[in-house]
């Protein structure tokens, strides 16, 4: 393969993995990881640096929007920050020290924990009454939204925000070390710990991954795991999936079908990563 | 966007299709300079990249041909990591550090969408966010420094 095939053959598999993700909800990364090294032959650390710019890239996209909606609630977001990129910090730095072999199977873990729980999605309820938290009442984090079904403003109170805090410095250290937006552990955070609601839940995550991915970036980038060589057309390629998959598909499609298949193909990727730490 | 789990719009949907209809309906100034932010700081990035890249396959013309070029590509390699390098690169007009620049961009929007939330919090006069907000920024810039020393 001559460089300039290898650049489109990434760009296409970039769109693919960008299209869908945006379908599924999940980040594109998740997918484009295991294609770029077990299909594509590239060195992890290389694979991992291009997703986490990619990652940045769809974040801030998705999150513009979200802003301009007043989905995002900023002040949870801030201060959950304080943790994820704490976390990402110390995720960049372990995958300096445990090496390629430690990524792969740390991967394979993170990706069949986050199959089950689009499994658990698919049949998810919910209610019973938010308790009080006087932190998270000092800090200011309670909020609302406008729900588009019921035509009405939405309030909401949050809780627990401390424990929201230790599980997203472990979400952010997972983000680091992998190069993905690590969605699937932030939103339950938000949804199941803190009680926001789920729509929320997930605007607030999309904001933050941005600047949870850019903390790991930077150590990436100084680190010179961020090859402009792949890193370009993932990006591009990861966008432009993602920013078709929003506006042309994700209306048409029943995707909960797809969902069960995909989770079926996530834990088959997570076994081939986990065969590959172990065996390498 | 990245994992997010839902059916909720990706990157830069039109904006005002989704806007609530109520009396809220119009945005707070705060909200509208972020969300301006974040999306002309991916457009400048992606431009920056695919521009780039052009440059590099039209100053290479072996890349086109050549499949030993690949295997120097993919195999761990040297790649600029230092700004000094970035910025001497595309001062050459070399495409790849173009495409560096780009990528630079890009994580550089998180980091000025911190930093605009504080001069936001700091003019509604919110000192404990102005001091949350302070801490993130500074791990956000420990991050680039502290790579950089341990690369």
């Keep these: 393969m001559t460089p300039f095939l290898f650049t489109f053959v990434v760009l296409g598999f970039s769109i693919g993995a960008g299209l869908l993700g945006s379908l ?40 513009a929007a979200y802003v301009r909606e007043r989905m995002a609630n900023m002040r949870v977001a801030m201060f959950l920050e304080l943790a994820t990129t704490a976390g990402a910090l ?12 430690g990524v792969y199977l740390v991967f394979g873990a993170v990706m069949a924990y986050s199959a089950l729980v689009m499994l658990r999605r698919m049949n998810s309820t919910q209610v019973a009454p938010v308790p009080e938290d006087a932190l998270a009442d000092r800090l200011g984090l309670h909020g609302s939204y406008w ?65 949870t991915a850019a903390a790991s970036a930077g150590v990436y980038f100084a680190r010179g795991h961020i090859d402009p060589f792949i890193a370009g057309p993932v990006c591009v390629g990861v966008t432009l999936g993602a920013w078709l998959g929003s506006r042309h598909l994700m209306a048409k499609m029943n995707a909960s079908w797809l969902r069960a298949l995909f989770v079926c193909l996530l834990l088959w990727v997570a076994f081939e990563m986990l065969r590959k730490g172990w065996s390498s | 966007m990245s994992e997010a789990p839902s059916s909720e719009p990706r990157p830069s949907p039109p904006a005002s299709v989704t806007l609530p209809a109520g009396p809220e309906a119009v945005p707070l100034v705060p909200e509208l300079l972020i969300s301006d932010l974040l999306r002309y700081g991916v457009l400048i990035s992606l431009s920056l990249v695919t521009l780039g890249t052009t440059v590099t396959f039209f100053r290479h013309p072996d890349y086109l041909v050549s499949s030993e070029a690949l295997e120097r590509l993919t195999a761990p390699h040297p790649v600029p990591h230092g700004l000094a390098d970035v910025v001497a690169g595309a001062m050459a007009a070399r495409g790849q550090s173009f495409v560096m620049a780009g990528l630079l961009v890009m994580m550089a929007v998180p980091v000025m969408r911190v930093a605009l939330s504080l001069l936001i919090f700091r003019q509604q006069k919110d000192r404990l966010y102005v001091a949350i907000t302070t801490a993130v920024l500074t791990l956000l810039l420990v991050s680039f420094l502290v790579g950089a020393a341990e690369g």
């Design chain 1, 90 to 101: 110390t995720g960049a730095f372990l995958s300096g020290r445990v090496g390629g072999r």
């Design chain 1, 24 to 63: 599924l909800g999940i980040g594109g990364g998740l997918i484009l990881i295991p294609v770029l090294t077990l299909l594509l032959k590239v060195d992890i650390h290389y694979a991992v640096g291009a997703s986490i710019v990619s990652v940045i890239a769809t974040s801030s996209g998705a999150a």
């Design chain 1, 147 to 211: 729900d588009e079904s019921t035509g009405r403003e939405v309030d909401y109170r949050v809780t627990r925000p401390l424990a929201g805090l230790g599980l997203m410095y472990v979400a952010g250290t997972v983000s680091g070390m992998l190069g993905i937006g690590s969605g699937a552990l932030k939103v339950p955070a938000m949804d199941l710990t803190m009680r926001l609601p789920l729509k929320v839940s997930t605007a607030t995550s999309n904001f933050m991954i941005g600047v």
